[in-house]
């Protein structure tokens, strides 16, 4: 007995380094997870039961924001037009990226090349491309209006500031920012999926649509999940876009919600109402998920 146990020790000792390693690998993610995101997250929850301006000191005020924030007409507004917008662009990123994917996926001449141009939208800037797509849209000098008038000879719309245009025009924008990292993802996926099932097919006599709807969809679900999710996340924290391109406009049709609440921090300097929001922003994207 006295055997066993000391030839247990060793074991037990080997397992006990290898847990410490494991921590201290994992350590600096949950440092930088408490320090910038659960301490924030934690701080606005308190922060939201406060009236503060960033000069006076904090005054506890309750319930009284989230009382405010249910009679707020814009508030509801923003939250509309932030979701109305997700289920336009979610869907289209989904279908686009996964079209995108399968091209990408065969072989073709100069597949790197195409594969680098398709990703090239995620590492550019923002406010560049931005800036870029304001140009495209222009009413006079835009890309799309010229064509359309030299091609068509159709006078092009005010692509944002049509109410009813301006969500399309943002949501397209948004999927050719978003289309090369969905693209990259989708052909990971696909890559993944044996080949011996497509074969199998072959031999039942499926043809291409049937193998894509009994094949490549259900075991591209998990990606697919995981770009829905993604990409509602990235519909709730929008805001270069709006910010330069409309300020909310016209009428309020582009106000996202990530835009509302940064007016009431820098704007009006109301940092407890506008914590208030991000509190039930954390819990519409829980929804979402």
């Not at 000792?13 to 290898?18: A, D, G, I, L």
């Not at 001449?109 to 550019?124: A, N």
Request: hydrophobic share 50%; with cysteine.
């Amino acid at each position: 007995m006295a055997i066993s146990a000391k030839a247990k020790q060793p074991g037990m000792k080997e397992s006990q380094k290898e847990s410490i390693a494991g921590w201290l690998f994992i350590s600096p993610w949950i440092i930088g997870f408490v320090v910038f995101t659960l301490g924030p997250l934690l701080y606005a929850i308190v922060l939201s039961f406060f009236r503060w301006d960033f000069i006076q000191d904090p005054t506890f005020i309750g319930l009284r924001n989230f009382e405010r924030m249910f009679g707020d007409k814009l508030f509801w507004q923003s939250l509309k037009v932030t979701v109305t917008y997700g289920m336009m662009r979610v869907p289209m990123g989904i279908i686009v990226g996964i079209g995108a994917a399968i091209l990408l996926n065969q072989r073709v001449k100069l597949l790197g090349l195409w594969r680098v141009t398709y990703y090239l939208p995620v590492i550019l800037p923002p406010v560049a491309t931005t800036l870029m797509w304001m140009w495209i849209y222009n009413p006079r000098y835009g890309v799309i209006n010229n064509f359309l008038l030299s091609v068509f000879h159709i006078q092009g719309p005010s692509w944002l500031q049509d109410q009813r245009l301006v969500l399309p025009s943002f949501m397209v924008m948004a999927v050719w920012g978003a289309m090369g990292r969905n693209m990259l993802i989708y052909l990971s996926g696909l890559q993944g999926i044996s080949r011996e099932l497509y074969d199998a097919a072959d031999v039942d006599g499926a043809k291409s649509p049937t193998k894509f709807f009994y094949i490549t969809l259900p075991m591209l679900s998990p990606v697919i999940f995981f770009n829905l999710i993604t990409g509602m996340i990235d519909v709730f924290r929008l805001f270069s876009q709006p910010f330069i391109m409309t300020e909310g406009g016209p009428r309020n049709a582009s106000l996202f919600f990530y835009y509302y609440m940064f007016q009431y921090i820098s704007e009006r300097l109301q940092v407890g109402y506008a914590a208030s929001f991000a509190r039930r922003r954390l819990g519409c994207t829980m929804k979402e998920k």
